[in-house]
């Protein structure tokens, strides 16, 4: 009967110690909390002394007239920008409209490099993106001379805040599962877009660089952690946080990130980037050409790295000197004469680079993949090489552009 006593008596013991651990434990956590209120409050009591304090000196000296409604937008503007952070922005109603426009024009340009390579350069998302994406995916499977099964995403130098359309191109590559999740300066996490089970069958590279950021870093990273594609290039910008805008009284918004992106396994990419899985860098002269949109692609390290990625050794490429002194894009002169020749003894195929310059084979049985009537840009090339209309590029079926979308 004793030893049931005092094993009541210890049980009993460790519930009191557990209870005042447990209020202890609350009493910190609460005091933390007030803590924290009182230095925001302390510091909001301070700046509203600083404020009065200027208001008073504007009242008594200022010789200009005072606008109520303007110095109002103006504190509330220089509140959000004294937190230091360029994610948070004041906007007023119109460049809040501003904000919310779409990117207008064609987002997306592709070109069907041959040996199964299927290329697409992200110029940004917009409500059109998914429309061309579907436009390149058809236009791909179209071509009877080289069939696509391969993809390469470049998304280098992409940023956008528009999570719905990567979200829309997310469940089109991948199976049925969540896709982008988000927690909140809580710690609550949502699933706030999931995909069902039909996906594209293709093998997928993704080529990002330090200036892909936000929405794109996120379809980079859901491809990456599904299994579904090979990262290329260099880490991102690490810029994966929602922004939402919040109204204000006098119509008035209030824009900053309040929840941070995350893929499946709960990975966010803030701050830290996407790190590729094959780390390419360009040198310094061929960034700068990147960036300017003049780097030809027969030299772009990264791209020939994201295809050697999927396997692809062979690709015939176009060569920036291989140019046809004769001819442009303009061209309508389908004959080919003597000088028409491909100087390059290295090349086994004819090609257009992307300023739209020709060079023009000499064989009919060499690699049609860069033949002459491929599309590039959406410049059409009009020669014939092939001597009938069944194997052109030019013709109704093999068409790699969508004419109803405004290239310029």
């Known amino acids: 009967m004793m030893r049931k006593k005092t094993t009541f008596g210890f049980a009993l013991t460790c519930v009191l110690i557990a209870a005042a651990l447990a209020f202890t434990a609350g009493f910190l956590i609460a005091g933390k909390k007030v803590k924290d209120v009182t230095e925001t409050n302390e510091a909001i009591g301070a700046g509203n002394e600083m404020i009065s304090e200027v208001s008073a000196i504007i009242k008594d000296n200022y010789l200009g007239t005072i606008n109520q409604n303007d110095l109002t937008a103006g504190m509330c503007k220089g509140y959000v920008e004294g937190l230091g952070d360029g994610a948070v922005k004041y906007l007023t109603a119109a460049e809040y409209a501003d904000y919310n426009k779409g990117t207008p024009g064609e987002t997306i340009i592709y070109k069907n490099f041959g040996k199964g390579i299927g290329y697409m350069k992200f110029l940004g998302f917009s409500d059109s993106t998914k429309t061309s994406f579907t436009n390149a995916l058809n236009d791909f499977s179209k071509s009877t001379v080289a069939k696509v099964n391969m993809l390469v995403l470049d998304l280098r130098n992409c940023s956008s805040n528009d999570i719905d359309t990567v979200a829309l191109l997310l469940d089109a590559m991948l199976p049925e599962g969540e896709t982008i999740a988000g927690i909140d300066k809580s710690g609550n996490r949502t699933v706030l877009y999931t995909s069902d089970q039909s996906e594209i069958d293709y093998d997928i590279a993704v080529l990002v660089n330090n200036n892909t950021s936000g929405v794109a870093e996120i379809m980079a990273s859901t491809l990456s952690a599904y299994g579904k594609a090979i990262i290329v290039g260099t880490t991102t910008k690490g810029d994966c946080a929602r922004a939402e805008a919040f109204p204000l009284s006098n119509g008035d918004y209030v824009l900053l990130p309040n929840m941070y992106y995350v893929t499946k396994g709960q990975q966010s990419y803030s701050s830290t980037g996407v790190v590729p899985s094959n780390i390419i860098e360009l040198s310094a002269a061929d960034q700068k050409l990147f960036d300017e949109g003049?780097?030809?692609?027969?030299?772009?390290?990264?791209?020939?790295?994201?295809?050697?990625?999927?396997?692809?050794?062979?690709?015939?490429?176009?060569?920036?000197?291989?140019?046809?002194?004769?001819?442009?894009?303009?061209?309508?002169?389908?004959?080919?004469?003597?000088?028409?020749?491909d100087t390059d003894s290295e090349r086994t195929g004819s090609g257009r680079t992307e300023s739209g310059t020709e060079s023009n084979s000499s064989s009919e049985d060499e690699d049609p993949y860069w033949d002459d009537d491929e599309y590039w840009n959406g410049q059409p090339g009009n020669d014939n090489d092939n001597g009938d209309d069944e194997g052109d590029y030019n013709n109704d079926e093999d068409e790699y552009y969508d004419y109803d979308e405004d290239w310029d």
């Open 294 to 341: 003049a780097l030809d692609i027969s030299v772009d390290a990264q791209f020939l790295g994201a295809v050697r990625a999927l396997g692809v050794n062979d690709i015939v490429m176009p060569h920036s000197s291989d140019t046809d002194t004769d001819k442009n894009s303009s061209d309508t002169d389908s004959s080919k004469t003597g000088s028409d020749t």
